[in-house]
C-alpha cells in the first residue's frame, strides 16, 4: 500500500472485500501551499470574446434545480455549455419508482448512476430542440494527471451541449460522505465509480490536490467566459436532527455537504486556474464567477413566478423520466423519484427559487469629466476597470487590471465629496481546504485622484471572528452620506446586518450590529434622502426590514427578492415584489399600501428618479432586460446575453443600462423606441 488511506466508493466494495482500498492510519503527505496569483494590479487579460458556460455541479441535476434560469437563458441565447459533475450521483443504488416500496428497489449504484446520466440526456436534448431520445455522441476525454471521464456531446446547429462526468463517489464504504471527507483530509483518495454503458473502462483516483488539478485543468481546456459553481460557504441552520435529515441538510448549515464541497474544490480550481495562466507574464483568463444558493432555498421566500417556475421545472420532468419509457438506456430512462410534477410537489420547494450566493447590482458606472464612462467590476477574481473608447460611443476598451484577487464578483462602491472612488469588494483570502485556512475579508480599494490611479487594496477584516462565521459574511454594500462619511453595511452569520463607517478623514470607526433580531437575505440596499439621512432596506423572512440613521423604522410587506429604494424630494419609494409574484409594487418607505408599478418580471430590479419620474430596470418573464420610464416601456432583444445584473445610468441624454455579457465584455444600451414584444 501506500503511505495514504485509500477510501474505496460503495461501488467498489468488491475491491475493498478483496483486500485493497480499505482505510489506513499512516502520517498525511504534507500540505501543498496554494496558488493564488499576485493581488497586485497590472497583469494582462485576456480579451477573447467567444463565450462559454461552464456549471460545476455536485450532483445530476444541480444545475437544473439550482442554477437555472440563468443557465437555460444563455443556452438559449446560443452561448455553448460545458456542465461538469463531480460524483456519480449513485446514492445507495436505488432509483426509486414513485408508487413501490424502497426495500423493493434493487440497489444498483453504477445502473443508477446511468440513469441520472441518461435524465440528464434526455433534459438537455430538449433543452437546444431536439426529441428527448436523441442519441449523443459519447467518448472518453483525457484529464489532468492521467485520468480519464465520459464526456457527452449533442449540438442542434449553435446550441451545443457537453457533459462531463468525473464520476466520484457520494458515500465511503463506512458511509462517510466523500467529497466533504477529501476536502477537508489531505490522507484521503477515492476511487471514480463506473457507470454502466460509460466508454470509460477503468477508474481512477483522486486526492484532494488532483481533483483541483482536473477542474482547472478542464477550465484551461474549455476557456469558460461565465463559471457557475454551488455555494462554497452556506448559511449557518440551527434545525433539530429529525428536521436537518428531512431537509438533506448538513450539520449546522443550510446546504448538502456534498454542494458545499464541490463549491469549495470549484473556487479553489478558479484560483489555481488564475495563478497558472497569470504566471511567468502570462494572461489572467477573462471569466465571470456566479455562485448559485443550494438548499437554502427551502428557508426563505421563494422568488419565481408562477410562468418562469413553469419553464423551469418542466426541465426536470425528462431528467426524471419514467419507469416505461423506451429511451435506449438498459440502466434506466432518468431519476424517477424526481419526474413529472414531483419537483412542484416536494415541500421542500427547492426548484421553486433561485438565488445567488454573491447578489449584485450590475457593474460600478462612473461618468468622467470628459462625459466617458468608466465600468468596474470583477473578471477572473480580479477587480478590472473598463473605459468608453468616446463620450456616449456605448464602445469599451480593453479591461485594465486593478488586482486584489481572488474576489467574490460583486462590488460595493462609494464616491467621496472630492469625486474620488472607493471600490469594495469580499475577498477569498484564503481557501486552503485540507485542514488548511478558510477566510473571508472586506477589502477596499481608494482612488488617488478623481478618474486617476489606485492606492493598494487595504483589509477591513470583517464583523465576525473565526473562519467558521466569518465565511458567512454578504458582499459589501456601501453609500456615501452629506456630511463626508462612507457606510458600509454587510449580511452576518446571524443573518442580521453589520455595519462599518469611514469617517470623512478616512479614518474607520469600529464594527457594530444593527438593531432588530429579524433575519434577513443578503442583497442590502442603501441610499440617502433628501435631508440627508441614511436608509438600509433588506428582504426578511416575513417582511422587509428597514434602518433609519441605524434606527429600525417600519417594516414593509415580504418580498421574494432584493428590493431597490428610490429618494425623490417629498419620499422614499420601494419597489419589490411579493413571493412568487410577476408583479412589481412600490410602497412608500413611510409605510402604505402597496400599488402596481406596471413593470411585471423578475428577479432584482434597479430604481433611480430624475425630473420626469422615476426609471425601472429589470428582466421581464422571458429573461429580456426592460426599462420603463414614464409610460414608455422598453425591451432589449439584442445584444449579448447578460450575466447577473445591469446597472442603471442616468445621464444628459437620457437614461442606459451597462452590463456584463456572456462573452465577458460589458455591453450598453441606450434604449430609443418602446416594445411591448
Given at each position: 500500500m501506500r503511505r495514504r488511506g485509500v477510501l474505496a466508493s460503495a461501488a467498489a466494495l468488491s475491491l475493498a472485500a478483496a483486500g485493497a482500498l480499505t482505510g489506513c492510519s499512516v502520517p498525511a503527505p504534507p500540505r501543498r501551499k496554494a496558488r493564488a496569483a499576485d493581488p497586485a494590479p497590472g497583469l494582462a487579460i485576456a480579451g477573447a470574446r467567444r463565450a462559454q458556460l461552464m456549471q460545476i455541479a455536485a450532483h445530476p441535476d444541480d444545475d437544473l434545480y439550482f442554477m437555472n434560469p440563468d443557465g437555460q437563458r444563455m443556452l438559449d441565447a446560443g452561448v455553448p455549455l460545458v456542465c461538469v459533475y463531480v460524483t456519480a450521483g449513485e446514492h445507495d443504488g436505488k432509483n426509486h419508482v414513485p408508487g413501490q416500496g424502497r426495500t423493493d428497489t434493487p440497489a444498483d449504484r453504477p445502473a443508477y448512476s446511468s440513469a441520472r446520466h441518461q435524465g440528464l440526456r434526455q433534459s438537455y436534448a430538449e433543452a437546444i430542440g431536439l426529441g428527448r431520445f436523441t442519441a449523443w455522441q459519447k467518448s472518453v476525454v483525457a484529464l489532468r494527471g492521467g485520468r480519464t471521464a465520459e464526456v457527452n456531446r449533442l449540438a442542434n446547429g449553435a446550441r451545443r451541449v457537453e457533459l462531463v462526468f468525473l464520476n466520484l463517489p457520494m458515500h465511503t464504504p463506512r458511509r462517510w460522505m466523500a467529497l466533504p471527507a477529501l476536502w477537508s483530509d489531505r490522507a484521503l483518495e477515492l476511487r471514480t465509480v463506473i457507470s454502466a454503458d460509460s466508454p470509460v473502462a477503468k477508474s481512477s483516483t483522486y486526492d484532494f490536490d488532483q481533483l483541483v488539478d482536473v477542474l482547472a485543468g478542464l477550465m484551461e481546456t474549455y476557456r469558460p467566459t461565465v463559471i457557475h459553481t454551488l455555494d462554497p460557504d452556506p448559511d449557518m441552520q440551527h434545525s433539530d436532527e429529525k428536521k436537518r435529515k428531512f431537509d438533506s441538510e448538513q450539520p449546522g448549515y443550510s446546504d448538502h455537504g456534498d454542494h458545499t464541497a464541490v463549491a469549495s474544490f470549484s473556487w479553489a480550481a478558479m484560483i489555481r486556474r488564475v495563478a497558472e495562466a497569470s504566471e511567468a507574464g502570462g494572461v489572467v483568463p477573462a471569466f465571470a464567477a456566479t455562485a448559485f444558493r443550494g438548499y437554502y432555498n427551502r428557508h426563505w421566500p421563494k422568488n419565481l413566478p408562477s410562468a418562469v417556475l413553469k419553464e423551469k421545472a418542466a426541465h426536470l420532468v425528462p431528467y426524471g423520466g419514467d419507469a416505461s419509457w423506451q429511451c435506449g438506456n438498459a440502466s434506466g430512462c432518468g431519476d424517477y423519484s424526481v419526474g413529472g410534477d414531483r419537483p412542484l410537489k416536494n415541500v421542500k420547494g427547492w426548484v421553486r427559487a433561485t438565488h445567488h450566493r454573491h447578489p449584485d447590482q450590475g457593474p460600478v458606472v462612473v461618468t468622467g469629466k470628459d462625459g466617458r464612462l468608466t465600468a468596474y467590476g470583477v473578471l477572473g477574481l480580479r477587480a478590472v476597470r473598463w473605459r468608453e473608447t468616446a463620450p456616449g460611443s456605448g464602445l469599451w476598451a480593453e479591461p485594465e487590471d486593478l488586482g486584489g484577487g481572488?474576489?467574490?464578483?460583486?462590488?460595493?462602491?462609494?464616491?467621496?465629496?472630492?469625486?474620488?472612488?472607493?471600490?469594495?469588494?469580499?475577498?477569498?483570502?484564503?481557501?486552503?481546504?485540507?485542514?488548511?485556512?478558510?477566510?473571508?475579508?472586506?477589502?477596499?480599494?481608494?482612488?488617488?485622484?478623481?478618474?486617476?490611479?489606485?492606492?493598494?487594496?487595504?483589509?477591513?477584516?470583517?464583523?465576525?471572528?473565526?473562519?467558521?462565521?466569518?465565511?458567512?459574511?454578504?458582499?459589501?454594500?456601501?453609500?456615501?452620506?452629506?456630511?463626508?462619511?462612507?457606510?458600509?453595511?454587510?449580511?452576518?452569520?446571524?443573518?442580521?446586518?453589520?455595519?462599518?463607517?469611514?469617517?470623512?478623514?478616512?479614518?474607520?470607526?469600529?464594527w457594530r450590529v444593527l438593531p432588530g433580531d429579524a433575519e434577513v437575505q443578503d442583497g442590502l440596499q442603501a441610499l440617502v434622502d433628501a435631508r440627508g439621512r441614511v436608509h438600509l432596506f433588506a428582504a426578511g423572512r416575513a417582511e422587509i426590514r428597514h434602518w433609519v440613521d441605524g434606527r429600525e423604522d417600519k417594516a414593509l410587506p415580504v418580498a421574494g427578492d432584493p428590493v431597490a429604494a428610490v429618494a425623490t424630494a417629498a419620499a422614499v419609494d420601494v419597489y419589490f415584489r411579493g413571493p412568487a409574484a410577476a408583479q412589481l409594487l412600490r410602497t412608500p418607505a413611510a409605510g402604505g399600501t402597496p400599488r402596481s408599478a406596471a413593470f411585471n418580471g423578475y428577479g432584482a430590479v434597479a430604481a433611480a428618479a430624475d425630473a420626469g419620474g422615476t426609471v425601472l430596470l429589470g428582466r421581464d418573464l422571458r429573461g429580456r432586460l426592460q426599462l420603463r420610464r414614464g409610460?414608455?416601456?422598453?425591451?432589449?432583444?439584442?445584444?449579448?446575453?447578460?450575466?447577473?445584473?445591469?446597472?442603471?445610468?442616468?445621464?444628459?441624454?437620457?437614461?442606459?443600462?451597462?452590463?456584463?455579457?456572456?462573452?465577458?465584455?460589458?455591453?450598453?444600451?441606450?434604449?430609443?423606441?418602446?416594445?411591448?414584444?
Open positions: 481572488p474576489l467574490a464578483p460583486a462590488l460595493g462602491s462609494a464616491t467621496l465629496a472630492d469625486g474620488r472612488l472607493l471600490l469594495f469588494a469580499l475577498r477569498f483570502s484564503a481557501l486552503g481546504g485540507h485542514g488548511g485556512p478558510n477566510h473571508r475579508e472586506l477589502v477596499v480599494l481608494e482612488q488617488r485622484s478623481p478618474g486617476g490611479p489606485f492606492l493598494a487594496w487595504k483589509g477591513l477584516d470583517g464583523p465576525e471572528r473565526g473562519d467558521d462565521r466569518g465565511r458567512r459574511i454578504g458582499v459589501p454594500v456601501t453609500v456615501a452620506a452629506p456630511d463626508g462619511r462612507v457606510h458600509l453595511f454587510v449580511r452576518n452569520a446571524d443573518k442580521g446586518v453589520s455595519t462599518r463607517v469611514r469617517r470623512a478623514d478616512g479614518s474607520w470607526e469600529r409610460d414608455a416601456l422598453h425591451t432589449r432583444t439584442q445584444g449579448v446575453v447578460p450575466v447577473g445584473n445591469a446597472a442603471l445610468r442616468l445621464t444628459s441624454r437620457g437614461a442606459l443600462a451597462v452590463g456584463l455579457g456572456a462573452d465577458a465584455h460589458p455591453w450598453t444600451w441606450r434604449p430609443e423606441h418602446p416594445t411591448t414584444g
